[in-house]
């Protein structure tokens, strides 16, 4: 059983790369995979009928890696991409990479708190198909920087088959991140995400013609897009900004600011916007900007 039940303060500096601080990261890794085993005990207790699915995907595991890389194997199989081989394929990326196993982590934290349907750990780990495309995505990504670039293609197509969810391996995302729903989620090839964003369904991360090159979206730390958002071409979106669901996007958006509408405008003017103080990434405030829009009617 866990012994303590407020999870550590993380210690690794976020990042898409790198080592993570490794004290640090295995305290907190070891507290969240003490809490999803509580859980998964508590709920095969509570409910027999999970008790078999339970003890396969989270039980019979040693470590959170074991597990989700099994449970990411059988989802993503096919008849012609063996769920064995996928297993031994993420077990080595999350194994090897402490930087995958810090993003995973994050994520499951960033779920449990932003997520007021998220009722525990091992609920996001098993059944939270945002969840389980981003963490499928970074693997991939890890292949394309290894230049394994058709099996990270192959990836691709069964995540985005699977869970609904179409992220170029390409593509580069921090750590942190929440997929809500996730279901209609686009992200092309040179997109960045930054740490700490959240990301409602059906948002668009898109070009704008079929000219090559750096031609996508860059997303800043603690970014909030509503849902239906479509944000298109090189453009950057501040730190702390806020994106309105059903936006269209073409242009900067500053930091702490919310744009909404399409096209997009600033709450508050282009020339002085308003600005919050919160991270809205964080705090999941859709609507507080709609008392300062003096166009808004019902």
Known sequence: MPTSSSPPKSTAEHGTGGGAGGGGLYEEEGW???QIKAEARRDAESEPALASYLYSTIL???????????HLGNKLCSSTLLSTLLYDLFLNAFSSDCA??????????????????????????????????CQAHRVAHRL???????????????????FAVDIHPAARI????????????VVGETAVIGNNVSILHHVTL??????????????GDGVLIGAGATILGN??????????????????VPPRTTAVGNPARLVGGKEKPSKHEDVPGESMDHTSFISEWSDYII
């Open 235 to 252: 453009v950057r979106i501040g730190e702390g900004a806020k994106i309105g669901a059903g936006s269209v996007v073409l242009i900067d």
């Open 206 to 219: 898109g070009g704008t013609g079929k000219v090559g090159g750096d031609r996508h979206p860059k997303i």
């Open 174 to 185: 921090g750590k942190g991140i929440l997929f809500d729903h996730a279901t209609g989620v």
């Open 32 to 34: 969240v995979w003490a």
């Open 100 to 133: 995958l196993l810090s993003a995973t982590v994050a994520d499951l934290r960033a779920a449990r708190e932003r997520d007021p349907a998220c009722v525990s750990y091992s609920h996001c780990l098993l059944n939270y198909k945002g969840f389980l495309a």
């Open 144 to 162: 394309w920087q290894q230049s394994r670039r058709p099996l990270a293609l192959a990836l691709q197509s069964r995540i985005a088959d699977v």
């Open 60 to 70: 019979s595991h040693s470590s959170l890696e074991r597990s989700i890389s099994f």
